[in-house]
């Protein structure tokens, strides 16, 4: 599997890192596009994949072309990708909010992936949702779920608009959850922790609780409902969210966020 990597920005940068970490692509047979001089040295030392700065016919022998270009940048990128791109090439985009409509009409190319990764990538603890085309074939979805099983958990979609609906989920979820962990922080600091406290105190209760979820493999309104006991303090702050629809405001935020992914996509 040879790929190609257009963009070293923070999303193509962190995938071509999970690669070469879990070694699921030798560098040898990485190449990065990335015209920034300083992106490009720096990816290269760090995974010592191949690099240069321009779009050219070098790409053609590659396997999978992945565009991680910013979405405003999507275009032009595409439309140099379509002078060089050969008919049997797997395109993989992890562009927010680029339709498969518009990778179609830009590159004149029908085997396409759609990804939405998301930020925890940085680390390869990243949670991907993919939907590909009807062309892409059974060993090339293998590929894909090489590639971002390596960034950290992925799942194939039964549809293009599950991309949209991850957007709103896991895509834009570590917004939402560091939104929650900010106010924790300041609650903490205002009870009269030092921030460094704060942060250890507020980061540790997330991510045992996250591991707790995963061990006992039940719903997240179980083990509420283990942690609320009558007449307590949890469930003195969870009677006040109640009280002022916190659960209702998330569910339309969150909802809000899926529309605004689908009216990127169109």
Not at 57 to 62: I, K
Request: proline share 4%; hydrophobic share 40%.
């Amino acid at each position: 599997m040879r790929l190609v990597i257009v963009g070293g920005g923070n999303m193509g940068g962190a995938i071509l890192s999970a690669l070469v970490m879990a070694k699921a692509v030798s560098p040898e047979n990485i190449l990065l596009i990335e015209p920034d001089e300083e992106k490009r040295v720096s990816l290269s030392k760090a995974t010592g994949c191949l690099t240069q700065t321009e779009i050219d016919e070098t790409l053609r022998t590659y396997d999978l072309i992945l565009i991680a270009v910013k979405p405003q940048g999507s275009i032009p990128a595409m439309e140099l990708l379509a002078q060089w791109i050969l008919p049997h090439q797997l395109v993989i985009s992890v562009m927010a909010g680029i339709s498969m409509e518009t990778m179609r009409g830009a590159l004149g190319q029908s085997k396409l992936v759609r990804v939405m990764p998301n930020i925890p990538t940085l680390i390869a603890e990243g949670m991907s949702i993919y939907f590909a085309s009807a062309e892409v074939d059974k060993r090339e979805r293998g590929w894909i779920k090489t590639l971002f099983s390596a960034c950290g958990s992925c799942l194939e979609a039964k549809d293009e608009d599950a991309v949209d609906a991850a957007t709103a989920i896991s895509g834009s979820g570590p917004g939402y959850l560091f939104y929650f962990a900010e106010q924790m922080t300041e609650s903490a600091k205002l009870l009269g922790f030092s921030e460094a406290d704060a942060h250890i105190l507020v980061q540790n209760t997330i991510r045992g609780s996250t591991l707790l979820w995963e061990s006992q493999q039940v719903s997240p309104e179980t083990l509420r409902k283990q942690v609320s006991s009558p007449g307590g303090t949890t469930l003195a702050a969870l009677n006040h969210f109640q009280s002022k629809n916190v659960g209702e405001s998330i569910r339309e935020g969150i909802q809000l966020a899926y529309q605004r992914a689908k009216e990127l996509s169109s």
